[in-house]
């Protein structure tokens, strides 16, 4: 199943952990926005979104409570000899919401589908300079059922503003279940690697941001 992934390989750490940066060697700024979530797996997810993503934690939108929100912005333009002399602004936002649970169930995933429709209704503002916002939701289970799976596995929900003139919006859905190991996102969900903690961030030829990065521009 694509997407799925579940590692039978016994470690010596502990399933879905990983070692935390010496938050003393980051800088104070960074340090200052970084919450602590009480939480070993969300706290060290937020250690490889802290440089990309705005954090905060306990976070409510529309009666939906999320242990994690992280929010990002990035705009790229073109430069014709001088900053100001800009042309072809393109504008890239992501909602992310991640809440642990007991054990997910299709029910919800579709309850947050149409969480998104609405958060998107209220915060993406479609313009020229409006290349995309994904709204992503993460669900931390104890078990990834089977249903589950096949739900979020090819799932995608991306709607065009304007034709596609004003850019688009997309839905995400990441399912993970650190204890076994196992996780799910659907198809647009690059940032499931931020929460595939059993495996190293691989950097074969570039950073990890950067990789990130390109996939609003492809």
Same mark, same amino acid.
């Given at each position: 199943m694509a /997407?799925? =992934?579940?590692?039978d390989?016994?470690?010596?750490s502990k &399933? /879905?952990?990983a ?12 340090r200052?926005?970084? &919450?602590?979530y =009480?939480?070993e797996y969300l706290d060290?997810?937020? @250690?490889?979104l802290?440089?990309s +993503? =705005?954090?905060s934690?306990?976070?409510a939108?529309? /009666? ?16 014709? #000899?001088?900053?100001?002399l800009?042309?072809? @602004?393109?504008?890239?936002?992501e909602?992310?919401?991640?809440r642990? *649970?007991?054990?997910?169930? *299709?029910g ?13 209704d209220?915060?993406v503002? /479609? =313009?020229e300079q409006?290349?995309?916002?994904d709204?992503?939701?993460? #669900? %931390?289970?104890d078990?990834?059922?089977?249903d589950?799976?096949d739900?979020?596995?090819?799932f995608? @929900?991306r709607? #065009?503003?304007?034709?596609?003139y +004003? ?5 995400n859905?990441?399912?993970?279940? &650190?204890e076994?190991?196992?996780? %799910?996102a ?5 940032i499931?690697?931020a929460?595939?903690?059993w495996?190293? %961030?691989?950097e074969?030829?570039?950073?990890f941001l950067s ?8």
């Amino acid at each position: 199943m694509a /997407g799925h =992934d579940a590692s039978d390989d016994a470690t010596e750490s502990k &399933p /879905g952990t990983a070692s935390r940066h010496d938050h003393e060697e980051l800088p104070a700024e960074i340090r200052e926005r970084v &919450p602590d979530y =009480d939480d070993e797996y969300l706290d060290r997810v937020s @250690d490889r979104l802290m440089y990309s +993503y =705005d954090l905060s934690a306990d976070y409510a939108v529309d /009666g939906e409570r999320f242990e994690l929100y992280a929010e990002m912005r990035m705009r790229n333009q073109k430069q014709f #000899l001088h900053p100001a002399l800009s042309y072809a @602004d393109h504008e890239t936002k992501e909602y992310l919401f991640a809440r642990r *649970v007991s054990t997910p169930t *299709v029910g919800e995933l579709e309850r947050l589908v149409e969480l998104g429709h609405e958060i998107a209704d209220e915060r993406v503002e /479609g =313009d020229e300079q409006h290349y995309g916002t994904d709204v992503t939701f993460v #669900l %931390v289970g104890d078990r990834l059922p089977e249903d589950v799976a096949d739900f979020v596995d090819g799932f995608r @929900d991306r709607t #065009l503003l304007k034709f596609g003139y +004003y850019g688009h919006y997309e839905v995400n859905l990441i399912v993970v279940a &650190p204890e076994t190991e196992s996780i %799910v996102a659907s198809e647009a969900a690059e940032i499931a690697d931020a929460f595939r903690l059993w495996e190293p %961030v691989e950097e074969p030829d570039e950073g990890f941001l950067s990789r990130f990065a390109k996939r609003f521009w492809r």
